[in-house]
């Protein structure tokens, strides 16, 4: 009989995805529930209003991306502006400072629930609404705050979720006071939405009730989102990019997402620089790859205006020669990962950036604030057409070997996605590192830090001054790094899942035995 593998955010989500394994899903299924609990359950880290990635590989088939991400709004509006008048700038002092937009005007369209509707049509072994069970019991019961969900509430339960009443109220006591890790959250309005949404499909919030009352709550408040984005939003189903490592191959998302493209730069860049462990030569070479790789990143994949396909292509293809010079010269995510015996790979990720702190009234529904990124579009939205997608980090990624294993991996964490992805990859795969050690194994990722360039790095690498970067030394393992959850099913060892300790994360398995 099947038995399913699930490794995601909290426990709470995990065990979510092993009752709809014990139901008769297999890991689509699985990491559909587990990821919709993630979205439900962990405020301010994630929210059910998000968009994402899936990367779904069925056995004896192609592997198949599900692009369900945020698109710009404003159909319908008569020569909108460059982004809502609703939108408030915030300084969030979490993960060093950063600047967010957020409020009605931060919203974009959100695709996470229609992707994950194709996802179970296409490839469930379960109906929609035994899928969606898990978490309409967890809302409707409460669940506790989960200390990541805690950790990032201290630094913005008053200026993100402070200034909507219905959010104020469910992120603080009746003494005003913040909740902590173990608190119990309750959200019961969010229930019924979501038993409504297990009765009539993802089509209730693009086409039905649900989705005229965000529209006209978003627009009250000054935002850019119509019925008309709600009612034309639709999944693209894409060709992922597929990489070659060791006797792996490894399929990841395409544009006009850029983390995939640099995943697959970096996985094809280190894999071409054979090695047998991370002495400090190949903590050089990690570093010169992670800079050229996101440095071209930045120049070439973010801009607004760049032709994202085309710019990954050229990506790839300096990678694919290994010529770094070229490359050089050019809070808020959840992910899922599962996998099951019958070989089927399933990886999951979904963010809805800081959060908009915009509940919308009666649904107990939280949205986004893709729109506040700012970051991810320094540019801002002048050139950006309703109804395109927005850039995104993430990277969903589903692997199989030779032999017929499969692997599901993923992470939130921004920028840091990618580093995260490709270093527990090289060290699984190959170096030869148990998943739990591949896991847990320190990691750097060079960034732009007090205006210099530096290589952040978690204690046990031996980093040093590379070209004109500078170690910055964190004093031990931390979030900053990624939250990597990865799950495998190997032929003749069975069944494997590892959380990453960064984070507190949960794995579960499910299925008849």
């Given at each position: 009989?099947r038995r399913v593998s699930i490794a995601s955010s909290s426990q709470l989500a995990a065990d979510?995805?092993?009752?709809?394994?014990?139901?008769?899903?297999?890991?689509?299924?699985?990491?559909?529930?587990?990821?919709?609990?993630?979205?439900?359950?962990?405020p301010g880290i994630i929210a059910p209003g998000s968009g994402g990635f899936l990367t779904i590989?069925?056995?004896?088939?192609?592997?198949?991306?599900?692009?369900?991400?945020?698109?710009?709004?404003?159909?319908?509006?008569?020569?909108?502006?460059?982004?809502?008048?609703?939108?408030?700038?915030?300084?969030?002092?979490?993960?060093?400072?950063?600047?967010?937009?957020?409020?009605?005007?931060?919203?974009?369209?959100?695709?996470?629930?229609?992707?994950?509707?194709?996802?179970?049509?296409?490839?469930?072994?379960?109906?929609?609404?035994?899928?969606?069970?898990?978490?309409?019991?967890?809302?409707?019961?409460?669940?506790?705050?989960?200390?990541?969900?805690?950790?990032?509430?201290?630094?913005?339960?008053?200026?993100?979720?402070?200034?909507?009443?219905?959010?104020?109220?469910?992120?603080?006591?009746?003494?005003?006071?913040?909740?902590?890790?173990?608190?119990?959250?309750?959200?019961?309005?969010?229930?019924?939405?979501?038993?409504?949404?297990?009765?009539?499909?993802?089509?209730?919030?693009?086409?039905?009730?649900?989705?005229?009352?965000?529209?006209?709550?978003?627009?009250?408040?000054?935002?850019?989102?119509?019925?008309?984005?709600?009612?034309?939003?639709?999944?693209?189903?894409?060709?992922?990019?597929?990489?070659?490592?060791?006797?792996?191959?490894?399929?990841?998302?395409?544009?006009?997402?850029?983390?995939?493209?640099?995943?697959?730069?970096?996985?094809?860049?280190?894999?071409?620089?054979?090695?047998?462990?991370?002495?400090?030569?190949?903590?050089?070479?990690?570093?010169?790859?992670?800079?050229?790789?996101?440095?071209?990143?930045?120049?070439?994949?973010?801009?607004?205006?760049?032709?994202?396909?085309?710019?990954?292509?050229?990506?790839?293809?300096?990678?694919?020669?290994?010529?770094?010079?070229?490359?050089?010269?050019?809070?808020s995510t959840v992910h899922t990962s599962a996998v099951d015996t019958d070989g089927r790979g399933?990886?999951?990720?979904?963010?809805?950036?800081?959060?908009?702190?915009?509940?919308?009234?009666?649904?107990?529904?939280?949205?986004?604030?893709?729109?506040?990124?700012?970051?991810?579009?320094?540019?801002?939205?002048?050139?950006?057409?309703?109804?395109?997608?927005?850039?995104?980090?993430?990277?969903?990624?589903?692997?199989?070997?030779?032999?017929?294993?499969?692997?599901?991996?993923?992470?939130?964490?921004?920028?840091?996605?990618?580093?995260?992805?490709?270093?527990?990859?090289?060290?699984?795969?190959?170096?030869?590192?148990?998943?739990?050690?591949?896991?847990?194994?320190?990691?750097?990722?060079?960034?732009?830090?007090?205006?210099?360039?530096?290589?952040?790095?978690?204690?046990?690498?031996?980093?040093?001054?590379?070209?004109?970067?500078?170690?910055?030394?964190?004093?031990?393992?931390?979030?900053?790094?990624?939250?990597?959850?990865?799950?495998?099913?190997?032929?003749?060892?069975?069944?494997?899942?590892?959380?990453?300790?960064?984070?507190?994360?949960?794995?579960?398995?499910?299925?008849?035995?």
């Amino acid at each position: 009989m099947r038995r399913v593998s699930i490794a995601s955010s909290s426990q709470l989500a995990a065990d979510a995805g092993a009752i709809v394994a014990d139901a008769g899903g297999n890991a689509v299924d699985a990491g559909v529930a587990a990821a919709l609990v993630s979205m439900c359950t962990e405020p301010g880290i994630i929210a059910p209003g998000s968009g994402g990635f899936l990367t779904i590989w069925e056995p004896d088939a192609e592997p198949i991306v599900i692009d369900c991400y945020a698109e710009m709004p404003g159909r319908g509006i008569e020569a909108p502006p460059t982004e809502g008048t609703g939108g408030m700038r915030i300084w969030l002092e979490y993960g060093g400072g950063v600047e967010t937009v957020v409020g009605p005007g931060s919203v974009a369209t959100p695709g996470a629930l229609a992707g994950f509707g194709v996802a179970i049509d296409r490839f469930g072994n379960l109906p929609w609404s035994e899928v969606l069970t898990p978490t309409i019991d967890a809302v409707d019961r409460g669940f506790p705050m989960s200390p990541a969900a805690a950790q990032y509430l201290a630094y913005s339960h008053e200026n993100i979720f402070g200034w909507d009443p219905e959010s104020y109220a469910v992120v603080h006591d009746e003494h005003g006071q913040r909740k902590h890790a173990g608190d119990v959250v309750r959200l019961p309005k969010l229930a019924n939405t979501f038993r409504a949404l297990a009765a009539e499909g993802p089509d209730l919030l693009y086409r039905g009730e649900l989705g005229k009352l965000m529209a006209e709550a978003v627009q009250a408040g000054g935002g850019l989102l119509t019925r008309e984005d709600l009612e034309a939003y639709e999944p693209i189903v894409r060709t992922p990019i597929l990489v070659d490592v060791d006797e792996w191959q490894v399929a990841v998302n395409p544009p006009p997402a850029v983390g995939g493209a640099c995943l697959a730069a970096m996985l094809i860049l280190l894999d071409d620089h054979p090695f047998g462990t991370w002495t400090a030569r190949e903590v050089d070479h990690l570093a010169r790859v992670q800079r050229a790789v996101l440095r071209f990143r930045n120049r070439r994949l973010d801009p607004a205006t760049s032709d994202r396909a085309e710019e990954a292509v050229r990506l790839l293809e300096h990678a694919k020669v290994g010529d770094l010079g070229a490359l050089m010269s050019s809070p808020s995510t959840v992910h899922t990962s599962a996998v099951d015996t019958d070989g089927r790979g399933c990886s999951i990720t979904v963010s809805a950036g800081y959060g908009s702190g915009m509940m919308v009234p009666g649904t107990g529904m939280w949205l986004n604030n893709s729109l506040g990124e700012l970051e991810l579009h320094p540019e801002g939205f002048q050139h950006a057409e309703p109804g395109s997608r927005l850039v995104s980090n993430m990277a969903p990624t589903v692997a199989r070997s030779d032999e017929g294993s499969v692997f599901s991996i993923g992470s939130p964490g921004a920028d840091r996605i990618t580093t995260a992805i490709s270093t527990v990859l090289l060290n699984y795969i190959h170096l030869g590192m148990s998943l739990r050690d591949a896991v847990a194994h320190p990691r750097l990722h060079t960034e732009m830090f007090d205006g210099a360039p530096r290589i952040a790095h978690e204690p046990g690498l031996p980093v040093r001054p590379v070209d004109d970067m500078t170690p910055r030394r964190f004093p031990d393992i931390s979030m900053y790094f990624g939250g990597v959850q990865a799950t495998l099913w190997d032929p003749l060892a069975g069944l494997f899942e590892v959380a990453d300790p960064r984070r507190t994360g949960g794995t579960a398995r499910g299925g008849a035995a």
